[in-house]
């Protein structure tokens, strides 16, 4: 038995006819990343989105995300991001009961044999996130509770430095180091997955591997400087599939978000094309 736990960040939804900074309509790059999940061979067991769903936290912006996931059938686990407005998003999807009704946005679910434990980064009205003694004592708890488990974590602030400058003066700038001592002493965490970046990243982080994942429609630009000016691009975006086996573990793939040339074979008869 496998588990595919897709995910997907930073889609930055407007109000639809509605532009992202005056000049890209984000909801087409992310109808794709849905339809890219449809085509896929291995259906989701569950979709993650770590958060900045929406620019502006609007209800016309949740309503439109809503409408934009509405042919998928698997369930979906959201986090708030910085731009996101927790309690305008609950009201927006009262039927996920995961995000509770007040406090940090923050739930532990089952998904296939991985125990999925989502941690809110987010301050009001800030850009940067931090972690307080309360949330890092609810995730003790939790990965107490699931201490014979595979954990994922998600978050929506990454954890770690990038060397893109203006992306770590907003990055999480507190409780960083209390999260990485508290995961060292629980070898069960597989993966800390994160959004915020618009980047794909992979960093060591303790006895683990921490990831932030690219938008399906706009990237940070590559600039690893303390200075780099603030940026977007379009390079081509994606998502990330973290696949559990019992036999491998978690071994998690970049998906590109699209429908592509091929596929083509590599062989015809047993014999590798000439």
Known sequence: MSTYLYQITDPHIREPGQLAYGRLDTAPYFRRAIETILIQPQAPTALVLT????????????????SLMRNLTCPIYMLAGNHDNPEIMRKAFPQLTYLGDS???QFSVTVGDIQLIALDTTLPYQSHGA???????????ELEKHSHSPVVIA??????????????????????????ELVMRHVNVERLICGHLHRNITVRFGNTVASSCSSPAHQVVMDLDTEAVSQWNLEPGGMHVHAWTKESGLIS??????NFDGPYPFHIDGKLID
């Open 51 to 66: 958060g900045d769903l929406t620019d502006f936290g609007r209800p016309e912006e949740y309503a439109h995300l809503q």
């Open 103 to 105: 406090g940090p946005m």
């Open 131 to 141: 972690l307080t003694s309360d949330r890092l004592a609810w995730l003790e708890t």
């Open 155 to 180: 978050m929506h602030h990454p954890p770690f430095k990038t060397l893109i400058g203006h992306m770590d003066k907003i990055g999480l700038l507190h409780g960083s180091e209390e999260l990485k």
């Open 253 to 258: 793939h970049y998906l590109p978000v699209g």
